[in-house]
């Protein structure tokens, strides 16, 4: 393999997002969830859960996954654009600038990561023949995604727990729809993974594996969401190492 080859397999690599699990931690995962109560969600958050449970069903389905998947990349976005301000605002403290930038990697990290699930989930929404129309699934998700968009840069701006909470909230909500609809259609188990992102993603065992891996990096991106809420303000001066001492 050449070494440009191999460059770009570890480039890839890294926009892979969480880990990739075999099928036994996967059926565990799974079952993890499904123990596990939802989080308490918030108005902001019903505001968008809500008009997509009426408008594509309140039991999941890869079309409603398509739709989720589109408002889910956006609060990254946002965190990205306003993570590239701070670390310009914050230039002159190196300290803050890199822990500032850490958390812009992260986010493009999370970002890839649900664009891929997109991807991932258009290609079986048309293995499936199943029809989508421009107002139901392109016109109105935007929309939705637009509003979470805006709420995001903006919590972020006045506390950023406050948007890192109503994203844990919004990957807790996907993650528990992947598990309950794997759960309900065992069929899945007996479906290939068409493998169209392989490359990119992975390649599973069946159609159940590769959704429950999908629900299990929703849960990867809630954890790290509840991870930011409880770390320190990121502008918070670094402690003094020769007074602490
Ligand atoms: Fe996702
Ligand atoms: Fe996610």
């Known amino acids: 393999m050449t070494t440009t080859a191999t460059s770009l397999l570890a480039h890839r690599a890294i926009a892979a997002g969480p880990p990739k699990l075999e099928p036994d931690a996967l059926l565990t ?4 969830t499904l123990d596990t109560p939802r989080l308490k969600y918030s108005l902001l958050a019903k505001m968008m859960f809500k008009p997509v449970d009426l408008l594509y069903g309140k ?4 079309t409603k996954f398509v739709v989720l998947e589109i408002i889910a990349r956006v609060p990254y976005q946002a965190w990205e654009r306003v993570g590239y301000w701070a670390v310009h605002r914050y230039a002159a403290r190196s300290a803050v600038a890199r822990r500032v930038f850490d958390r812009i990697v992260e986010a493009r990290a999370d970002q890839d990561n649900e664009q891929w699930h997109l991807l991932i989930l258009q290609d079986l929404v048309q293995r499936n023949g199943t029809k989508q129309t421009w107002l139901l699934h392109r016109a109105i998700p935007w929309l939705i995604a ?5 709420v995001s840069w903006i ?3 006045i ?3 406050w948007s890192y909470r109503l994203n ?3 990957e807790d909500h996907a993650e528990h729809e992947y598990m309950t609809f794997v759960a309900g259609h065992p069929e899945l188990a007996d479906l290939p993974d068409p493998g169209t992102y392989a490359a990119e993603y992975g390649r599973h065992r069946s159609l159940a594996d590769l959704l429950r891996q999908i629900g299990h990096d929703e849960r990867i991106h809630k954890a790290s969401s509840l991870a930011n809420i409880t770390s320190p303000r990121i502008s918070q001066p670094e402690p003094d190492l020769d007074t602490a001492a």
């Open 146 to 150: 637009f509003f979470y968009y805006h």
């Open 59 to 62: 039991q999941g389905s890869l």
């Open 168 to 170: 844990a909230e919004f």
């Open 29 to 32: 995962a799974q079952q993890q």
């Open 155 to 157: 919590l972020f701006l």
């Open 159 to 161: 506390k950023p727990r």
